[in-house]
């Protein structure tokens, strides 16, 4: 990474966001995404835990993203990234946000489902360590398409820590934005 990144805040979505998130979704995961009734559901839902990803004024949501707390594993059920600011690192920054907010719940896994053919967002998933343990068939309806299904190691362990660390040394002008990566940084 050899420029600046883009300064982002990353915040718990509200249900003012769902305009523009309904913008990205069909941009972002084409005809066959969430509908408008999901998100507002998951905003609902005790056991999810969503985040948008604005411009530091808030005035534009470039992405987001949120899990499922279930006992120790936390699910990622979403993450997005509006198209035209997709590779400048918001989607990994969203994804080490979900792991800072995991730990902090207690999780000790992260589990999520994704399509044999995105590349992309399963490069973003190996760089932390995720493994695929199995395949669901047919699981998206749209295209019969298969989805791998992906864990991380435990989120606990001083290895994933130091991996994590390092990732996010590497975005060190988002401390200011996130005192809780700070935290991670500090607490060694
Ligand atoms: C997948 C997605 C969230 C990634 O977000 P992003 O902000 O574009 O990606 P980042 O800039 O954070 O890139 C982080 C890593 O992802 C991988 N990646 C990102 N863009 C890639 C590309 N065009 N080709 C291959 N790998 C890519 C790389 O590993 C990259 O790290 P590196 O550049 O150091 O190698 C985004 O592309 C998106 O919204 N896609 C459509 C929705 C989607 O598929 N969501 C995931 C559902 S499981």
Redesign the pocket.
Known sequence: ?SQALLPIKIRRMQSQDLESIMAIEPA??GSHHWSLQSFENELNNDSGCYFSATAPDSTSLL?YSGFWLIGEEAHITT???HPDY???????RLLINDILEAKKAGARWLT?E?RVS????Q??YF?YGFKSISVRKSYYQDNDEDALVLWTENIETSRFNRLLEKRIEVMEPQFEAHPQWLQLKTSK
Do not use: D, P, R
């Open positions: 990474m972002a995961f992405g993450l997005a990234v997709q590779g400048q690192y918001i989607g990994e999520l994704v995105n590349e992309k967002a490069n973003l760089k």
